[in-house]
Nanobody
Framework: EVQLVESGGGLVQPGGSLRLSCATSGFSFSDTWMSWVRQAPASELEWVATISNSGAYTFYADSVKGRFTISRDNAKNTLFLQLNTLKTEDTAMYYC?????????????WGQGTKVTVSS
């Protein structure tokens, strides 16, 4: 059974930083492209970033490019998202998914997510 446990969210001021983690189990993490997706209040899910199985390739939404960094530790089956220079519009629930940027919309087995609130 696929399990995804996101953590690391919190309340931060604009311009601040956070590091999100996604602990995974139940599938071959090192063979799987991974993505972060977020959902702002009263909004649809939005793709944020994707990383290839080896970590060699990364892709970002224009809204976070240059501020967020996706990474992974295949030895620990864990995905990360470093959030820098946070803006109020980054406020959302953040989820990880074992999907690429092309097929994340079809994923249904979401974890509980981790809440990021950017506010002064």
């Amino acid at each position: 059974e696929v399990q995804l446990v996101e953590s690391g969210g919190g309340l931060v001021q604009p311009g601040g930083s956070l590091r999100l983690s996604c602990a995974t189990s139940g599938f071959s993490f090192s063979d799987t492209w991974m993505s972060w997706v977020r959902q702002a209040p009263a909004s649809e899910l939005e793709w944020v970033a994707t990383i290839s199985n080896s970590g060699a390739y990364t892709f970002y939404a224009d809204s976070v490019k240059g501020r967020f960094t996706i990474s992974r530790d295949n030895a620990k089956n864990t995905l990360f998202l470093q959030l820098n220079t946070l803006k109020t519009e980054d406020t959302a629930m953040y989820y990880c998914a074992p999907r690429s940027r092309l097929d994340w919309r079809g994923y249904e087995n979401w974890g509980q997510g981790t809440k990021v609130t950017v506010s002064s």
